[in-house]
């Protein structure tokens, strides 16, 4: 069965890159085994997400990821978005919303229908 896992402290789990000692992270398993994971931070009123990948390239899994990451964030009073990283998701992601590397943006865009080319199909959190 998927679960996805919020890290407080993404340095806590082992599979997941260094470096990321300082950021949050939510992460997908089934069973015990890793999917993806996407590691982010809070600046101000603006959540940045630092890197996003899923294994296989699973966008599903990986705009499940951003959603959650957005609706934590949400959530805790922050309004915007910032795609920092350059992973081929992120870079998916970027262009699937239409904003530029680095450019702030509003947090409900994260939530429209076409996140990663979904045109929310019966049951997918993107019919919302």
Known sequence: MLQLKFLKRAGDERRLPKGGEELMAYCAYEDDELLGYCLFRFRDETIELTDLVSDPKDFPIADGLVRAAARFAQDGGKTSVR??????????????????????????????????????????????
């Open 83 to 128: 795609i920092m990283g350059n992973s081929s998701e992120l870079s998916e992601l970027r262009t699937s919303l239409g904003v530029f590397s680095d450019s702030v943006f509003d947090i409900n865009a994260v939530f429209g229908r076409g996140v990663f080319g979904c045109q929310g199909c019966e049951g997918c959190s993107a019919r919302e």
